[in-house]
């Protein structure tokens, strides 16, 4: 006990003397034994759980926090290492001692963020600290400062997008506490543009120097760095970056205008809502160009691999965890940001796959989202012939607009449009004007293109004889799109064969129904006659005879009735 009390005096005596020391009034990290103090007083306070001890520790941590803080901006890189992790160490004393000493810890979180932090994100060593903080505190964070990471999630994914994958575990703990109802939007086109993210530190490197500590602190004494510092000012102040004249011009091929609206949106720290990216600039345009054209960082190349993997671990939580407002509020911004990605081969795979992942389990959790969404869908089914990518996510949306009936067999108008916009798509490929265009251009190319043609027109005509079978009203209207695809001069003989069995299905409303209806039948609605899926493993149905008379045409070739076959009890 008595070593106890003499190593409390002493570390105790050390915080004070580094509280009132001039030598350390500027730079308080500056003292070295002062971090391990902090920690050593804290597990003593934490041991003995004494309010009394707490309260005497607290004046000279709070001295100390507001004096490394205000030190900051003067300190050298090592130094402000040291500063970032000082700092954390006292957050965590205001933290689990906030009640007692009736410390409200929630703007010297903020401040840390703002004065340490967004200096020091690219130091590996505060990175990982940092992170490690948010994750022992995530519970406490969340219920008390339930806010905080999700105002601050741009300045978290530029410490990620620069530290890369060593720190994603760790980061990947802390993403769900950056989403919220503010945030939850905003942070979608954040985490799809980090490689445009990683492209943009790397620029700002390139022309200012190390992002590490003091090359960012000493930006308003630098001439070349004044566009970082300009770009900070745009961020806080919102107050209007000049033109900086030639002095301004990167040597780099990839010249970056710092006041570029997409560069500024991808700098800020904080979440101040969902703002239009312009993926058009000229900025926007030169900076791909040149990314595309020279080989890949290390630091981009970790990138656009943690890109999918956080995007897995949003989706998971926005189906599973957010209000369906939130989610359906999302869909449109998915689904226009489908064909805009960093042009990297295999990182739009990965993306475009887990976008239409999410649209299609978005629809499948709540259907009627189809009848909400549907002029976004209509926009995406007339732009479905303007490249590869747009004819996909055209014949995904074919493929949700009849498994869910457009949206719903109460969704009577919404069914009605969806049905002429499909209707109007499948005519418009029946023209010979589309079908020569397609036709005339010889090479593999135009292979790939009728062929993704076929595809498409094969969902859209499934799609309308879906929609028929929920709506029984669009029945006239769908006879007469199948009967002209069946007797136009298509030259791909599946959407030929397709139609001319859809045509066939509609004659027998119970089998058309257990086909083309609901894959998840409800049996308090289940039509006479119709088949149960789910029960195909316990009950008797209908593929055998469907499977004999597959290829056959006219009558059947037997002269059995299912009586022959099957005893009467």
Known sequence: MAERDKEWE???????????????????????????SVKRLYQLCKSENSEDLVARVYPHL????????????????????????????????????GDAILHDADPSLKTFFRSCLSREFADPIVAETTLEFLNANKRKLLSSFPTLLPQFFPLLLKLIAWNGEKFEKKFLRVLPGLISPGSFI???????????LVVALEKVERTAGSLVGGSIASIQQSAAPQMLFDLM???????????????????????????????????????????????????????????????????????????????DAYFALAV?????????????????????????????????????EFILAAFHRSPDFIAVLKK????????????????????????????????????????????????????????SSRLGLWESTPGSGSTVRKSSQSRLLCFVVTAIAKLATYHRELLPRTRVCLAKVAR??????????????????????????????????????????????????????????????????????????????????
């Not at 002493?10 to 034994?33: K, W």
């Not at 905003?186 to 543009?193: E, M, Q």
């Not at 990297?344 to 796959?353: G, M």
């Open 10 to 36: 002493f570390h105790l005596r050390s915080l004070s003397s580094s509280a009132r020391d001039s030598n350390y009034a500027t730079d308080s990290a500056s003292d070295p034994s002062l971090l391990n």
């Open 62 to 97: 709070n001295k100390i926090f507001q004096r490394s803080v205000a030190s900051i901006s003067q300190t050298q890189s090592q130094s402000q290492t040291s500063s970032g992790l000082l700092l954390l160490a006292i957050l965590q004393f205001f933290l689990d001692f």
């Open 186 to 196: 905003p942070l979608f086109p954040s985490l799809v543009d980090l490689p445009i």
């Open 233 to 311: 000012d745009e961020a806080y102040t919102g107050s209007t970056i000049g033109d900086g004249g030639a002095d301004s011009e990167s040597e780099d091929s990839s010249t970056m205008a710092v006041a570029d609206p997409l560069f500024l949106e991808l700098l800020k720290d904080e979440n101040d809502g969902l703002t239009e990216r312009h993926w058009t600039s000229p900025a926007m345009a030169a900076a791909l160009q040149a990314v595309v054209s020279a080989p890949q960082s290390d630091r981009l190349k970790e990138a656009l691999r943690m890109t999918p993997r956080l995007l």
């Open 320 to 356: 599973c965890d957010f209000n369906s407002s939130l989610l359906c509020a999302l869909i449109p911004l998915v689904m226009k940001r489908y064909t805009t990605l960093f042009p990297d081969r295999i990182f739009l795979y990965e993306v475009q796959k887990r976008l239409l």
């Open 376 to 431: 976004p869908i209509v926009d995406r089914l007339g732009e479905a012939y303007e490249n590869p990518a747009k004819t996909e996510l055209a014949l995904q949306l074919c493929w949700a607009i009849g498994e869910y009936g457009g949206g719903g067999e109460s969704q009577k108008d919404a069914a009605r449009e969806l049905f002429e916009s499909l209707e109007l798509l499948l005519y418009e490929n029946l023209s």
């Open 488 to 569: 136009s001069r298509i030259s791909d003989v599946r959407v030929w064969k397709r139609a001319c069995d859809y045509l066939g299905l509609m004659n027998e409303p119970a089998v058309c129904w257990s086909i083309l209806g609901p894959s998840v039948s409800n049996k308090s609605t289940q039509n006479p006659g119709t088949v149960n899926w789910n029960e195909a493993s316990s009950k008797m149905i209908a593929h055998v005879p469907f499977y004999i008379l597959g290829a056959q045409e006219g009558p059947p070739f037997h002269d059995f009735s299912f009586s022959d076959v099957i005893p009467r009890s």
